[in-house]
């Protein structure tokens, strides 16, 4: 049955009331033929003149799946008259304002992760249940307190001898009281801000690859700036000198504060004091000629390394000497603690007395805030690593282990909480159970 609406009525699809008797509405008996000609001149509600406007008796839009009920299939629902424009202009103001987009924003991410496809690699169901986790969990355990235990025990069994020193000294003793078996490596221990922003930025980009890293030369980038931070240090100012004009090639806090330290060792022996040899040829990082490869060798009969910038030539005040140890302090700490390695003894060192003279020991480390600066002696295992990284590694396994050993327990307990928190104290009666 047809229903018609006049240009009179006040339409509203928010709002209906169903009347279960469509006897009781106005107009002919839904049954008789005569009932779709007298909806043409009526509208619900409220009786509407007769119209000449073909279109006053349209039907609105409704979707193709939408179905029209007629009166004889039930209760008719007669339009309820409210103002549409009440609701559809507070569900535009609340779902086109900035509040109500913030406020969804959750739900809309939390739907859209839920749509994304299942994942490819699937484990079966047994995998999950509450014996095979628990294994799991306390097989990781087991794990973690192994690897911690030979971690830790290994790095005991590694030697390292601290020789501290400050700007005065010319040479110091020490002595072994075990033997270094093996190679050993000799560092250089520094404690100031190394992994500060305006230091690890200043660098020059002319002879380093940096990937998505800034590289500035500010206040750092001139000879007069170098003699201005670093004038009294001699033996660097030399060094910088042998660059080309005025230019610090390369320049940047980072290189203008390079360790100059050097040592020698020698061992005390019935003749007397036996020099040491130490071996720097290998003491940079195997991409490190990549990270450095803007850098060229010198030629026959040449000095200076060079770089080449818009086809020329330019010296830098870097010689093949200096260059493993600039490049050894160019990699930056992530902490505010420098330890790079200055030179290898091969052979290992046999217990006894030692003794280190400073050919160079520059005071401006002293006058730059650190106090002490410390040379360390240690051996390495060939496939784990020095005793700080053994200790930090046997560390984090020991951290993990007891991470796991409490889940253990959590998942030991847990059930047994449960089942005493939801079983109730009165027992519901059955029918079947007998007088109790």
């Known amino acids: 049955m047809g229903q018609g609406f006049s240009n009179h009525c006040d339409l509203c699809f928010c709002g209906v009331v ?36 073909p279109t006053a008796f349209q039907q609105p839009e409704q979707p193709k799946d939408h179905l029209v009920p007629t009166r004889s299939q039930g209760p008719v629902i007669v339009l309820r008259q409210k103002a549409m424009t009440s609701r559809s202009s507070s569900r535009v103001s609340i779902f086109g304002s900035e509040q109500a987009k ?25 995998f999950y249940t509450y014996c095979c986790q628990l294994v799991l969990t ?13 971690l830790l025990v290994k790095s005991g069994s590694l030697q390292e001898v601290t020789v501290a020193y400050t700007a005065e000294l010319l040479e110091k003793e020490f002595s072994l009281d075990v033997d270094l078996e093996g190679d050993v490596f000799i560092y ?21 690859y940096s990937f998505l890293s800034v590289s500035v030369c500010t206040n750092a980038n001139t000879r007069d700036w ?31 504060s390079l360790f100059t330290d050097n040592f020698t060792f020698h061992r005390s022996t019935s003749q007397g004091w036996e020099r040491i040899h130490t071996d720097a040829s290998d003491i940079t990082n195997p991409y490190d000629a990549e990270a450095f490869g803007k850098l060229k060798s010198p030629g026959e009969g040449e000095s200076q390394i060079y770089i080449e910038e818009s086809g020329q030539r330019i010296n830098t ?19 505010p603690h420098v330890r790079n390695l200055w030179a290898v003894i091969k052979g290992g060192l046999k217990s006894g ?30 496939w784990l690593g020095s005793k700080g990284a053994l200790t930090a590694a046997g560390g984090l396994c020991l951290s993990l282990g007891i991470l796991e050993a409490l889940a253990l327990v959590f998942m030991l307990v847990a059930p047994r909480f449960r089942c005493f928190v939801s079983s109730p104290s009165i027992q519901p009666y059955h029918p079947d159970a007998g007088p109790r």
């Open 226 to 256: 170098a003699r201005l931070r670093r004038g009294n240090d001699t033996t660097f100012m030399d060094m910088i000198e042998a660059g080309d004009a005025d230019s610090l090639v390369p320049c940047g806090l980072i290189s203008m």
């Open 102 to 126: 913030s406020k969804y924003c959750f739900k809309r991410c939390v739907y859209r992760q839920s749509q994304q496809p299942d994942a490819t690699m699937l484990l079966p169901f047994w």
């Open 18 to 53: 169903a009347i279960p008797d469509a006897k009781a509405l106005p107009g002919p008996d839904p049954e008789s033929p005569e009932s779709n000609i007298a909806d043409k001149d009526e509208c619900i509600g409220r009786i509407c003149h007769e119209m000449d406007v």
């Open 138 to 150: 306390g097989s990781i355990m087991v794990f973690c307190f192994i690897m911690c235990s030979i």
């Open 188 to 208: 250089y221990d520094l404690k100031f801000w190394a992994n500060h922003r305006s230091f690890v930025e200043s660098k020059d980009s002319r002879v380093i």
């Open 353 to 382: 007395r030692y003794r280190v003279d400073f050919l160079v020991n520059s005071e401006i480390w002293h006058q730059w805030g650190v106090e002490e600066k410390r040379l360390i002696l240690a051996t390495r295992n060939d």
């Open 317 to 335: 005040w870097l010689s093949p000497e200096v260059l493993p140890y600039w490049q050894g302090w160019h990699r930056t700490p992530v902490a």
